[in-house]
């Protein structure tokens, strides 16, 4: 199945519109595809979020992790930068 044909039948394929035999093309197309897959994984982001109700609903696994990692990250500075103003103080 070409992109622009697959592409058009994307709102088919998440309403489960679809017949098996196009189903199984489709499929086959998103394993070649990384525009599709790439919408695929927005839209159920968008629909999981929209279920969640909450922003922090919203954010897949992946994402999650990434902005714990960042939040962890941010604090080390801070408490680097803390450190670094004390001990600069002491030597005044």
């Known amino acids: 199945m070409d992109h622009v044909k697959a592409?058009?039948?994307?709102?088919?394929?998440?309403k489960g519109e679809l017949d098996r035999p196009t189903m199984r093309e489709m499929n086959q197309h998103f394993k070649d595809c990384e525009a599709c897959r790439s919408?695929?994984?927005l839209r159920k982001a968008?629909?999981?979020g929209?279920?969640?109700g909450s922003p922090e609903g919203a954010a897949s696994p992946e994402i999650?992790?990434?902005m714990?990692?960042?939040r962890d990250l941010l604090v080390k500075i801070l408490l680097v930068m803390l450190a670094a103003w004390f001990?600069?103080?002491?030597?005044k």
């Open 7 to 14: 592409a058009g039948l994307l709102d088919a394929y998440f």
């Open 64 to 66: 999650q992790a990434q």
């Open 50 to 52: 929209s279920r969640a």
């Open 46 to 48: 968008h629909l999981t």
């Open 87 to 91: 001990i600069w103080r002491l030597k």
């Open 39 to 41: 919408q695929i994984r």
């Open 68 to 70: 714990a990692r960042n």
